[in-house]
């Protein structure tokens, strides 16, 4: 049996009473942070308490505290998820484009997808409140992010879409920091800033500082098509 919860502010989700006949047998760990996740996205850490998690399940805050000890361990579980989620989709974008153009291209587009709908505050309260899960979330960018630009850029440059003078590292660096410096509540304030429309604007300032005329026609022909 599927069941509607409603927490006021946060609406009406799903519950899944159908994995146990009662609330302390049975729950997934995986459906436990497929629900924090969500929320997570949507509103923040900071705002979202373990109590809601357990009302959006359908099952007593006992029985979450029996997959996660504590709401730290359950968001640094999330993130180490997300990470390995976001990890494959890239590595499958590289895999499928047919040159460093596309490659960007479908980054881009994935990208927008899993910014659309998240809270920006997501990544301060990470900082401020969730150390492990904020040092998983720094590796990832400085690590894995950074070597796949590097990579970018360096199939740009043999393929002759992208500017022979350009610094592939000051500029992959520069590309990690400006994904970093978008979710910064003090330079880009919620209520005064589109988060979707910050992150486009950063990705086409950046990829037309790479381009050669060669370059600029293909992506503008991806833009048109797409």
Not at 120 to 147: C, G, M, N, Q, R
Not at 198 to 214: A, D, P, R, S
Request: a negative charge; one cysteine or more; proline letters at 2%.
């Amino acid at each position: 049996m599927v069941v509607l919860i409603n927490l006021g502010n946060f609406g009406y989700v799903k519950s899944f009473y159908s994995f146990a006949p009662n609330d302390n047998l049975g729950m997934e760990e995986s459906k436990i942070k497929e629900i924090g996740e969500a929320l997570f996205m949507t509103y923040g850490v900071r705002s979202v308490s373990m109590d809601d998690i357990a009302r959006h399940l359908g099952i007593s805050k006992k029985t979450l505290y029996q997959h996660f000890k504590d709401k730290n361990e359950l968001v640094k579980k999330v993130t180490e998820s997300v990470i390995g989620e976001r990890k494959s989709e890239y590595e499958a974008v590289t895999n499928q484009a047919k040159n460093a153009i596309e490659e960007l291209y479908l980054m881009s587009k994935c990208f927008r997808s899993h910014i659309e709908g998240l809270n920006p505050s997501l990544v301060f309260d990470l900082k401020k409140f969730h150390t492990e899960a904020w040092d998983l979330f720094l590796d990832f960018e400085h690590i894995t992010i950074f070597e796949s630009l590097v990579d970018n850029l360096k199939r740009g440059k043999e393929e002759g879409f992208f500017r022979a003078e350009i610094s592939i590292n000051v500029l992959a660096k520069l590309r990690v920091e400006q994904v970093h410096m978008s979710f910064d509540p003090h330079v880009f304030p919620k209520d005064e800033f589109d988060f979707t429309e910050v992150h486009m604007q950063m990705f086409e300032h950046y990829v037309y500082g790479l381009l050669t005329i060669k370059g600029l026609k293909l992506f503008e022909k991806y833009k048109q098509e797409n």
